[in-house]
């Protein structure tokens, strides 16, 4: 049963399949550019055995963070800190938050919701709620951290800059502690305004993940931060040096090299990629009444789509994988709702062009099929 | 206070330092073919690219596996899994624990106890009792697992095969799985048995912790592996599923690549360098009547020095810290009863001779000063 495996599981069985849109890892051909540093591999390795690994870092973490608009992120005051991936920070930042109570955003990925629920109780909270800040009497008395992913994947909301200052507030005067996960506001200038300064300026008690995994298709070489308040840092810092002394300095200056090349145009090439494969899908399903894209205006490298009210994703699910092409079923999103996810696929859209345009061409032939076993009832 | 920071916060004290002996990192020169595969990065990197995961995967594991003895590790039934680094292994295993109440060795290096005693209840057990299968009544009868450190890290103690025979025997009757970290067998031919064909023979239920990341100086660029029996494949897969997708194909190949030049004579330069920095040491401090190195037959990259009973290590750290020289001071290698490690520092042996060297000039020029501090009652 597709609804006994969790989403990771789900994106390993696309491993090696003939048609994997199930992961939102990048996958696309690298650029021009991005080859050059890949010719420069050796040079990278050397260079980091000569210097500093605390320049290293601190060098990588500015060119990151400032490709992305955050200036003000406390690289310069150590409160950075690096991990292997984006869901290790998050296993670290759980242990970090040992005795909270933490409301967290539904839908969204479930390894977030597996990795925080086995260290704190954990309560919803939906996109409308953080976005007007008005939450349910349990998460407004009982909650002592707000967890909210922006860009939210699979739905590709984002929080905004007033919606930001209000939370912050709110969470002052509450006293909750706020923690983002930030992992695509690579792909949405939307999320590239200064958090750092809104959050350092409130004072409020913060942990930002951020992640350099989802933005270039280097096969997994990737890093992970862990971006924390004062208040948070000693807390982080002992709960990371079980898991990690340090990251690798070669990918550290990957994550630098890569940066300069996204802030020279690789990023605008990345997002015209992106918004072309979003684009041809929506004009694909033009043609298909009842299957919606419902998310008109994500940027991120994932897209939904709706499928008719009679149709399960599962049964989509089961017939595409069946012809090789993969996707994610949507109900494990919906870690408190799964009936919430039934009607909802996600497609991963950085692949190549042809990859989504094979897709398309396979999805529109195997829907008469879908349709008619459900009209027979099958 | 030194003694309020674990091991790794030590460890990360000395990044940068002058002098660093502290963490069991490998920080020697690559020799000449390590530095040929770095070249070969672009190769090793579009070749990847190119290749289907799973073999990738398989290949690596066999190769890492093989030239370490252990043919009968379940590769080929899918039973062995990759993960980002031997903690993040453990962090993984713990989870798949849960439930269970663990006894684990002591001394070891204070992570894995910090890792596991966050998730299940932990009791202790010592390298004589595992040797004799001869446990305490609460181990006997409580614990529900055995967790071992073989090589053990600080002391080098190594588990020999007819120990492990009767281990499997013991708890095959006991109904207790058995849980080995071998992150140090590379360094030790006595741990390079196959434990796996043990293992599988016996029918024991148990996970191992496989390790490449103290081999071979790529600067952090490492995995960990998980191998399991049966009855743990599938809770382990469910949990590593929280935490990764994949590991990268990239550092795949370089575990490859370096496992089968250690097999081609790689390992036995990296042991000879290994016994030359321990017989410097061992001979330099014949002349110290009151320092000891206590695990005389030790083979892994690290080495203990028993300092006189009135001499605390961490007044010798303290000293050493203070001219750039770092080393680790042993009291949190005995998570249980600290106070058996208070007169005992640890010294990184995988670096170059000449950092050996220095380390030894250092110490004793400190050694007088050290004790005249003691003599004066300051």
Redesign the interface.
Known sequence: MTTDL?L??L??RA??AELNLA?G?PRQDLTKSQCDV??Q??DL??F??QQ???EIERKAQTAFLTALGQHMAPVQAGRVYSV??S??AT?VLA?ALRGHRVAMLHPTFD?IH??LS?VVPVMSMSESEIAEIRFSDEVDKQATCLFITTPNNPTGWVLTQSALEGLCCYCLRKGKVLCLDVSFRGFDIRAQFDHYAVLERTGVEYVLVEDTGKLWP????KLGFLAVSEGFREKV??CL???????????LQLVEVFSLDGAAGGFERLHALIAENRKMIVDALDGFEDIKVPDCDARISVCRLQLPTSLQAEKAYKFLTSRGVHVLPCRQFYWERPEDGARLIRIALARNKKVVAEFLSQFSMVLPNIRETRASGR
Do not use: C
């Open positions: 969790n990771t599981e994106e390993l491993i090696g992961d890892h890949v010719a591999f050796p390795f050397w980091s055995r500093i690994f605390s292997y991936s869901s290790v296993m242990n390894n597996a990795i086995k280097l096969q997994e070489l810092h002992h040096s079980d898991v990690l002394l340090t990251v690798s300095p070669f990918l």
